[in-house]
């Protein structure tokens, strides 16, 4: 039986697997250019990373915003993983670290077509469509 585990990305290899997650489906995938999906963030994120039978194929971080607010960003599930709630599983580790940590709410940028996925977690839309990296989003948040 297959066995997912989610962790903390801390080592500079964990983290290579978390960036080289987002670059096949941010920047190959969907086209988001390499300078937009890597940034500076990523040195004072929390990473999280999940695998199966130690391969790695999902990621999410988790940013601090204020003393009561973080904010989730860059998740990504690898197209063969897709549909198996790997992803559902990144975003729960990732709130409970955030309650950890002392966050109250929780805000993100969802991808449009991603947005059936956090409202059956919880999370409710806020304001209206914009695009980022040319790509329709909404803000959502959950308070915890």
Known sequence: MSRLEVIEASTTKQISDCLKIREEVFINEQGVPKEEEL?????????????????PLATGRLLNISKDNMTIGRMAVLKKYRKNGYGRKV????????????????TLHAQLHAKEFYIDSGYEEKGNIFLEANIPHIEMYKIL
């Open 39 to 55: 940034d500076e963030l990523d040195n004072s994120s929390f990473h999280a990373l999940a695998y199966l039978d130690s391969v």
């Open 91 to 106: 975003l729960s580790f990732l709130e409970v670290n955030a309650e950890r940590l002392g966050a109250k709410i929780i």
